[in-house]
């Protein structure tokens, strides 16, 4: 069964950092484009970062630039999320995504998907 498991969230003041982790099953992320996806309350759902699975290439929304980074481990069959310097703008239900024709931030490249995690910045 293919499957996406996050952990990771919570509650951090304005200026502090978090990470996701979103564990893979099933399949090899590797083989995958991913990408981490957030929705905040009342908003579209909009891409954070991704990679490519053409050429490994990192993009990221504009917003989260210099503050966000998006890695993975090959081990572990695990994509992470790290977030800092965090703004209460970036208060957000956020998800893993993955596909294997994946290469941008468009939530409908991805058909796999984690649970979210609710991340919450505080001023």
């Known amino acids: 069964e293919v499957q996406l498991v996050q952990s990771g969230g919570g509650s951090v003041q304005a200026g502090g950092s978090l990470r996701l982790s979103c564990t893979a099953s099933?399949?090899?992320?590797?083989?995958?484009?991913v990408g981490w996806f957030r929705q905040a309350p009342g908003k579209r759902c909009e891409g954070v970062g991704c990679?490519?699975?053409?050429?490994?290439?990192?993009h990221f929304l504009e917003s989260v630039k210099g503050r966000f980074t998006i890695s993975t481990d090959s081990a572990r069959n695990t994509m992470y999320l790290q977030m800092d310097s965090l703004k209460p703008e970036d208060t957000a239900v956020y998800y893993c995504a993955a596909d294997d024709l994946g290469v941008s931030l468009d939530v409908l490249e991805y058909l796999h998907w984690g649970q979210g995690a609710q991340v919450t910045v505080y001023s």
């Open positions: 099933g399949f090899t992320l590797d083989d995958f484009g």
């Open positions: 990679i490519d699975r053409r050429d490994g290439s990192r």
